[in-house]
């Protein structure tokens, strides 16, 4: 079974992405920051990222950084959740994540971009 | 009976008076807390529903039933499950969003909050703005128009982000008119909502380049920038070039080469040019980098000598992102073909852009170690 992992400080969105995952047969990890989504990628890697772009603390482009600079997650699949796509497809890219989804998402939208993004990684 | 004989008989009715009043109320805040207790229990059990109606792809079987238990909810439960729908609501789209908004159209939500749009209260009328900008009923943009030049400033910001979320072209031109004013909001705010709204607000944007107020006309330009879906280049370019702003025009510019647009090149090398002000020479420079044309090369390797250290500074590292001609111009810079100012900058340029990156591997790198 796929693993996801997904890392938001909002519990309503933590849940509505585990949901439409796990629906889609994922098998979901998730944690309300970016310390301890590392701390569990780091235990137990998984095969996609899903990453809040504004958590306090520690951002999803912060932990995305990080990842890159871990062999075992320079290749992972990360997806961002933003609410400005447009306006950080750059900032995406500088720090290595594959795709950025706009809040407010739209479940269909979120699934297809995930399995987009293993079959890229995969490809 | 004297007076002591009388207060002597009352203390004590008085003190069993107090005491039952004690209990009433000990009884009364235990009740109530113990129905609390049971309401929130309640919310909390139907959260789960709203997930799965919100977290479906289409509106199926489980939505439905998901749907028609929501509907049957008795009054007192629904009041305490609406606040946490409207918050949900405005973190999702798709169908089942879109079923759930229509659920609470029908159970009266929008109606109510039409009405409190007009209360006393500056919380209720708070609260009003955001549940019609989260469930985007028809009508919403009038009653949030009027909220935007509310008395308190609260309910104009959450008017104005509520305005965003709309999705109706119509909100963008409320949204320009509320940054002027005595009851202005403001522009961040505003340029947020406004992006929110994406190319829908273009037509909207365009017409305030022409507004009299300069702060209007930067926002607009600015916008038009992250938005704009093409044929804004031609009114952007305009700007550049006559706009009686600096700060208009230096937004101009940065939308320009946002843009990226072939047009926008001529105008953005002729905003580079010696009697321009210095700031927006320097991010016109910049601006020609972002819009990686090769046209804008001669240009830039021309303003490499130039005296403004911005303006030069700038223009190399724009060279640097205009493809091979301007890294070809960057080395005969370097080498010595031009002024030394630019073969400094040309030369610093190039050590930043052969410094080492970490790049991921391609596809068919992953493939191989795979």
Known sequence: MTRALVADDDQDIRDLVALVLSDEGFEVVVQPDGPSALRVFRDNPVDVVVLDLMMPGMSGLDVCRVLRRDPAGAYVPVVLLTSAARQIDARVAIAGADAAVAKPFAPSELADRVRAVLVEAAA | ?370
């Open chain 2, 1 to 370: 009976m004297n007076s002591l004989t009388v207060l002597l008989l009352a203390l004590p009715a008085l003190a069993l008076l107090l005491l039952v009043l004690a209990m009433a109320i000990v009884l009364r805040r235990a009740w109530r807390g113990r129905a609390e207790a049971r309401q929130v229990a309640r919310v909390a059990g139907l959260r789960p529903l709203l997930l799965d109606v919100l977290a479906a792809r289409e509106v199926d079987e489980r939505v439905v039933s998901g749907l028609d238990r929501l509907d049957e909810l008795d009054q007192r439960t629904w009041h305490a499950v609406e606040p946490g729908l409207v918050r949900l609501l405005g973190k999702v789209r798709g169908p089942g969003r879109d079923a759930l908004a229509e659920l609470m159209t029908r159970r009266g939500v929008v109606a109510r909050a039409h009405r409190q749009a007009a209360s006393r209260s500056a919380v209720r009328r708070c609260v009003a703005a955001d549940v019609l900008g989260t469930i985007r009923p028809a009508g919403a943009t009038d009653s949030l128009s009027r909220l935007l030049v509310d008395r308190d400033p609260e309910v104009r910001r959450v008017a104005a982000r509520a305005l965003g979320g709309l999705l109706y072209p119509a909100a963008a031109t409320a949204l320009l008119a509320s940054l002027s004013g005595p009851r202005a909001v403001p522009a961040r705010v505003v340029s947020s909502s406004l992006a929110r709204l994406g190319p829908r607000a273009q037509p909207a944007l365009l017409e305030a380049l022409g507004a009299s107020d300069p702060g209007i006309r930067a926002v607009a330009a600015e916008i038009l920038g992250l938005v704009s879906s093409g044929g804004a280049g031609d009114a952007l370019a305009a700007t550049v070039r006559a706009d009686p702003a600096v700060e208009v025009r230096i937004r101009a510019a940065r939308a320009l080469g946002r843009l990226g647009s072939p047009g926008g090149t001529t105008a953005l090398v002729e905003a580079c040019s010696p009697g321009n002000p210095g700031p927006l020479r320097a991010v016109a420079a910049r601006a020609l980098g972002d819009a990686g044309q090769a046209e804008a090369v001669p240009a830039l390797r021309g303003l490499m000598s130039d005296p403004e250290h911005h303006v030069a500074r700038n223009a190399a590292e724009s060279l640097a992102r205009c493809g091979p001609r301007g890294l070809a111009a960057l080395e005969r810079a370097a080498a010595g073909d031009d002024s030394s100012a630019a073969g400094e900058h040309a030369a610093a340029t190039l050590t930043q852009v052969r410094a080492p990156t970490r790049h991921k591997p391609s596809a068919a790198t992953l493939s191989r170690r795979a």
